[in-house]
């Protein structure tokens, strides 16, 4: 009952987040630039073009009837048209977001299989040359901008070693020679999934290095909390019990002490990921990925007024969408954080 | 066995005098013994000082302002130029002393922003509760539920790419953080009975905030400013690399990454020159704030000497 309370709670609270949201989005891009319909036209725009934009987007009535007229437009799917590319602004994001939902999802992966082990070895083997170099490694991979990490891995790997690719998601031959049915449009689940396997070891080439550089911060992250929670655990004294009855120290870290120590580890995993949404701009920039992270980038760089504001709203939405997930998750896993 | 209480007497002379040794007093000395903590520091007044002195600590103040030297386009780390030079020539070495200017400006000017706007609000939300608190919470959930980086980009975009602008996006996003922190330690602080006698006796709320609340939340404000200067740097330096913050020809570190990734594999000396600055910088506030948190925690300020 206090779960669905809770849960109820949550969602009222989503929604209203929801609302707000989109009407400060309108208030950015109606209300704060000193020429409204110049910046939804673009750059260079002439006389026509503004009137013509003055009246599309009904500058000169009362804000509350542009707010409306706005929301209507949302709902109804239609975001804007592009000033690059010409396209409206949902075809776009619609192409974009797979390529950073996998590449978010790969660093996420990576930081999961790296970062907790690394924790739970870290914590138990508190003080000792394994620690003290685990937690080097973690506070700097929350230090090191990811731009940076993304350049050296692309001057280590590709220059001097040959062996990954400097970006893009596909290499040219591939994608000619051995092209990817698009079932969810990412690349490494849809060549799995149609036995493309020339595609899938391609592909995976291909997100390796910005996975990794994207996973840094979570990686640290992770690091850290698991190290924490798991020291506090291990003192307890169901451990102890557990270590005099012979179970193998093995089975005590990662059965009994991880079950305990998860929760707050996937909290902050859980943050780490809204995290890596922005994080993901800096590195598709870097390795030429075509996710939203680049078409946003492109936005600023081409002045490009609606694709910025729509894509915001947009992020945010999705933003909100998984912390509420994410949050009614752990109500799920531990009834204790609805008491608050 | 008894003792005569005589046996026991000490005269009020041969009491030793200790002095009152305050909170900050102690969290200093458990600080001053932390070698990170201590390397930290002296990072972070390498860059500072750098900064500020920039004009007098290298030989081309202009180049650093930004005047090209196309003649030396592109050269390597050499004697004259220990850095070397980027796309323009200037030396990479004042780029950096000048991009620090920026960069660490942002840093500080954004963590103070949100500071000033987000801890009184906290506080306020916090010991009044009611109406206000709820006013306030809203408003700070609807500005943390945009991702940090976009709501600067969007705000940016909106105002113009420079360098205030650039530290208003960033505030705005940031405050809440300190709200919700003060208003939570403003809710326990509340409960205290020392508060509660102070209103009996009439002292007004505005004093007692001032003077009984705010004292108290410090230590954990402090703890989170310490490293949020490093993030507020790290993202100053993303929006600048998206290419809204500062524009050339300003030096700053993440506009130096940004034009300088295009020739990174070939001459890294320059991206990589700035990449490394904000890497140390950011990784200097992270220590510190780690060791100012070990510090004020009594449980892990490890025993110190009550100094003498």
Redesign the interface.
Known sequence: MQRLDYIAKRLV?AI??LI??SI??FI??RV??SNPAA?WVGPHPTKEQIEKATIELGLDQPLYTQYLRYMEGIVRGDLGTSVTTRQPILTDIKTFLPATLELVLAGMLIAIVIGIPLGVLSGANKGSLLDHLTRLVS??G????A??LG??L??FF??QLGLLPLGARLSTEVSLANPIETVTGMYIIDSALTGNWVAFQDASKHILLPALALATYPIGLAIRMTRSTMIEVLNEKYIQAARISGIKERTILFVLALKNAIVPTLNALGLAF?YS??GA??IE??FSWPGLGNY??NA??S?D?PV??S??LI??VF??LI?LFLDILQAMIDPRVTLQ | MTTAISDLEVSIDEIPERKRISEYRLMWNAFRRDPLALLSIFILFVFILGAIFAPFLTPYPEQGLGDPNILEKFSPPSLQHPLGTDYLGRDVTARILYGGRSSLAIGFLVVFVAVIIGVPLGAISGFYGGWIDNLIMRITDIFLAFPPLLLAIALAAALGSNFINTMIAISFTWWPWYARLVRSQTLSLRERSFIEAARSIGVPDWKIITTHVLPNVMTPVMVQATMDLGSAILIGAAVSFIGLGVQPPTADWGTMISVGRIYFLERPWYAGSAGIAIFLVVLAFNLLGDAVRDAADPRTRRAVDIGR
């Open positions: 609270m209203f987040v707000s949201v400060v989005t950015i891009a704060v630039p910046a506070i700097a929350v230090s090191m901008p731009f940076l350049l050296l692309q001057m590709f220059r809204v949404l922005t701009i800096l920039v870097i946003v980038t600023v760089l002045v007024f910025i504001v894509v915001t992020m945010t933003y909100i912390n």
